[in-house]
């Protein structure tokens, strides 16, 4: 087991942190961990005034934050905040919009996620994304599962291979009988468990997720759930979601996000507070954080 905040139901806001004063909406609070924290020795990745464009718009705009290895960190906030925008940067699928660019920088295991010399696809190898609506190729189970490992040269072992990766997916059992079957036969749930065996399989180190129990029902999100917590002792997780509950059983580290409006009227994404999860959901430094996982806001 990782050691994954665990808690069941959302813990009470503080009295001191639940005050009705005015929400200062000029203050960024920028969190820097403690010195014996070890995301600070051990961090995969170091953004570092990241800002996201879409032509000439400011999406998000200066993001600073370390995820740390095998750790589960959320990215909660306000719909259209820059949940779903930043989690693309950590393998560049921003690269596949047209229009679409980082500035500042992405540092992975040190190096630039960015750099010229980087080849994207291996970057995406590495670093595995699951999306909303599960979506499995109209093949079978097996094919899916298959699929990557192929198309990067594997020809030995595949059995082995998806055997593994719908075992750690927690789906093996479900299936195992029925691996010619398509997959777009399984429920909602068990396609997001074949999509999260899928990503697996191509042996990545990162796996990001944007929304994935959303179109959900509360079983399957729960089975998602548990199946997060296991992985995470040999992946690290980034999760995109708009359930706080989820947001502080799952995680480790929650990244609370807003858009502010400018001198214009635009609105520009912008990291308000990351921290620790209970710390988060029990004594936000922030008057917005605060205000938004007691429901006032967002
Ligand atoms: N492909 C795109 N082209 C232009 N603007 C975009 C694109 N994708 C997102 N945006 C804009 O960037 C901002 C952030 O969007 P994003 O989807 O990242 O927010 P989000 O917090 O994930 O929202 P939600 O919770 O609703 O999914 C929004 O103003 C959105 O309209």
Same mark, same amino acid.
């Given at each position: 087991?990782?050691?994954?905040?665990? @808690?069941?139901? %959302?813990?009470?806001?503080?009295?001191?942190?639940?005050?009705? $004063?005015?929400?200062?909406?000029?203050?960024?609070?920028?969190?820097?961990?403690?010195?014996?924290?070890?995301?600070?020795?051990?961090?995969?990745?170091?953004?570092? *005034?990241?800002?996201?464009? /879409?032509?000439?718009?400011?999406?998000?705009? *200066?993001?600073?934050?370390?995820?740390?290895?095998?750790?589960?960190?959320?990215?909660?906030?306000?719909?259209?905040?820059?949940?779903?925008? #930043?989690?693309?940067?950590?393998?560049?699928?921003?690269?596949?919009?047209?229009?679409?660019?980082?500035?500042?920088?992405?540092? /992975?295991?040190?190096?630039? %996620?960015?750099?010229?010399?980087? *080849? @994207?696809?291996?970057?995406?190898?590495?670093?595995?994304?699951?999306?909303?609506?599960?979506?499995?190729?109209?093949?079978?189970?097996?094919?899916?599962?298959? /699929?990557?490992?192929?198309?990067?040269? +594997?020809?030995?072992? !595949?059995?082995?291979?998806?055997?593994?990766?719908? +075992?750690?997916?927690?789906?093996?059992?479900? #299936?195992?009988?029925?691996?010619?079957?398509?997959?777009?036969? %399984?429920?909602?749930?068990?396609?997001?468990?074949?999509?999260?065996?899928?990503?697996?399989?191509?042996?990545? $180190?990162?796996? !990001?997720? *944007?929304?994935?129990?959303?179109?959900?029902?509360?079983?399957?999100?729960?089975?998602?759930?548990? !199946?997060?917590?296991?992985?995470?002792?040999?992946?690290?997780?980034?999760?995109?979601?708009?359930?706080?509950?989820?947001?502080?059983?799952?995680?480790?580290?929650?990244?609370?996000?807003?858009?502010?409006?400018?001198?214009?009227? +635009?609105?520009?994404?912008?990291? +308000?507070? /990351?921290?620790?999860?209970?710390?988060?959901?029990?004594?936000?430094?922030?008057?917005?954080?605060?205000?938004?996982?007691?429901?006032?806001?967002?």
């Amino acid at each position: 087991m990782s050691s994954t905040n665990e @808690p069941n139901d %959302l813990p009470e806001v503080s009295e001191a942190a639940a005050g009705q $004063e005015p929400i200062d909406l000029g203050r960024i609070v920028r969190h820097e961990p403690a010195a014996d924290d070890p995301i600070l020795s051990d961090p995969v990745f170091e953004v570092s *005034d990241l800002s996201v464009f /879409y032509d000439d718009y400011e999406a998000v705009r *200066d993001v600073t934050m370390s995820i740390g290895h095998r750790r589960i960190t959320a990215m909660i906030g306000p719909s259209g905040c820059g949940k779903s925008t #930043v989690l693309r940067c950590f393998n560049r699928m921003n690269d596949l919009i047209p229009g679409a660019r980082v500035a500042g920088k992405i540092a /992975y295991h040190g190096e630039d %996620l960015y750099a010229p010399h980087v *080849d @994207p696809i291996e970057v995406r190898r590495r670093i595995g994304m699951v999306f909303q609506k599960p979506n499995p190729f109209p093949k079978s189970i097996y094919d899916n599962i298959a /699929y990557g490992p192929r198309v990067n040269g +594997v020809r030995r072992g !595949l059995d082995d291979i998806v055997e593994e990766a719908l +075992v750690q997916a927690a789906l093996w059992d479900e #299936v195992k009988d029925n691996l010619k079957g398509n997959a777009l036969a %399984l429920s909602g749930g068990q396609q997001q468990r074949l999509c999260i065996a899928r990503t697996i399989a191509v042996k990545p $180190e990162v796996i !990001l997720m *944007d929304e994935p129990c959303s179109a959900l029902d509360p079983i399957a999100t729960a089975k998602i759930e548990d !199946l997060m917590k296991t992985l995470a002792r040999a992946y690290t997780i980034i999760i995109v979601t708009h359930n706080m509950q989820q947001a502080a059983r799952v995680s480790d580290r929650t990244a609370f996000l807003t858009a502010d409006v400018d001198e214009n009227g +635009v609105r520009h994404g912008r990291l +308000v507070e /990351y921290d620790r999860t209970t710390q988060i959901f029990t004594t936000p430094s922030d008057k917005r954080t605060e205000a938004y996982i007691t429901g006032r806001f967002g």
